[in-house]
């Protein structure tokens, strides 16, 4: 019983009422001025800015939007970093570094996506039929040890797939370094 009722139940029954109060208590004091939300840090990662970072024109573009989310800068500013690359001969190494890096992002998701249907092993799907009478089809799936086996040789095949393109990427990583 919480002290609201206890004073309600003695103002019933007639007896005294104890009142408790607190001292030197001043709560939390909010500051003065503009509030910032605490949502603005994490909104700003997310958000594009009006004005690119690197050369302060407005980013207003299609592909604007594109740039930053995949570069962080404005369409120009890439088209001159690429322009650089050219010049010195270093794109095609950083076009490749973006194609391996794609690969291996595509590898490691099938990776994942076989190991999953590894540990899932035999699966049940319940599926309903009519509703009103609750009748209902239910299919069972069983994992073949051949099936396993051929994910597991699938499996080996992708590591040695993903260890050989993480090479070449670290090579790729080094003549950019390099120049």
């Known amino acids: 019983m919480n002290s609201e009722d ?16 607190m001292v030197g208590y001043e709560g939390k004091k909010q500051e003065s001025g503009d509030q910032k939300s605490r949502l603005t840090d994490i909104m700003a990662g997310v958000r594009m800015p009006w ?27 890439q088209i001159e ?19 391996l890096i794609n690969k291996r992002s595509i590898i490691e998701g099938q990776i994942k996506e076989i190991e999953e249907f590894i540990n899932m092993g035999d699966t049940e799907v319940v599926e ?3 509703i009103d009478t609750g009748y209902v089809h239910v299919e069972k799936y069983e994992l073949d040890e051949k099936i396993k086996k051929e994910a597991e040789e699938a499996l080996v095949s992708l590591d040695a797939a993903l260890t050989n393109v993480n090479k ?7 003549e950019l370094e390099e120049n």
Not at 6 to 21: D, H, S, Y
Not at 53 to 74: A, E
């Open 6 to 21: 206890r004073a309600l139940k003695n103002i019933l029954q007639g007896q005294p009422v104890t009142k408790k109060v």
């Open 51 to 77: 004005f690119c970072p690197k050369c302060d024109k407005i980013m207003k573009k299609n592909l604007d939007n594109k740039m930053w989310r995949l570069y962080q800068h404005c369409f120009d500013c």
């Open 81 to 99: 970093e690429e322009h650089e690359l050219r010049s010195k001969g270093l794109f095609k190494q950083w076009e490749d570094r973006k194609i």
């Open 128 to 130: 309903p039929v009519n």
């Open 168 to 174: 070449t990427i670290k090579k790729l990583d080094a």
